[in-house]
């Protein structure tokens, strides 16, 4: 499996999604609500505001991020974080 950044903070990994159609729809507190619309379905992740976030959180939301866009998560990980 590829390397995760261990220094990514929330608000640079929302940076990141925007290459896969996901747009900040509003902030409530520490954490932005992303959300892709792909057809007619909606996919909607929540990343913490964090800085940096922790490995664990960033794999779940990655697993999650996967799924939504029917990716195998490796690939998805490698093509995300080829420049880190």
């Known amino acids: 499996m590829p390397k995760i950044p261990r220094d990514l903070s929330g608000r640079d990994f929302a940076a990141l999604l925007s290459r896969y159609g ?8 520490s954490h932005i609500r992303l959300t892709s619309t792909h057809g007619n379905v909606k996919h909607r992740i929540t990343i913490p505001a964090h800085s940096p976030l ?6 779940n939301i990655l697993r999650d991020l996967a799924e ?3 990716r195998d998560k490796d690939s998805l ?3 995300l974080f080829k420049d880190c």
């Open 77 to 79: 990980v490698k093509e």
């Open 54 to 59: 922790k490995i664990g959180t960033l794999s």
């Open 22 to 29: 996901y747009e900040i729809t509003r902030q409530s507190g």
């Open 68 to 70: 939504g866009l029917h």
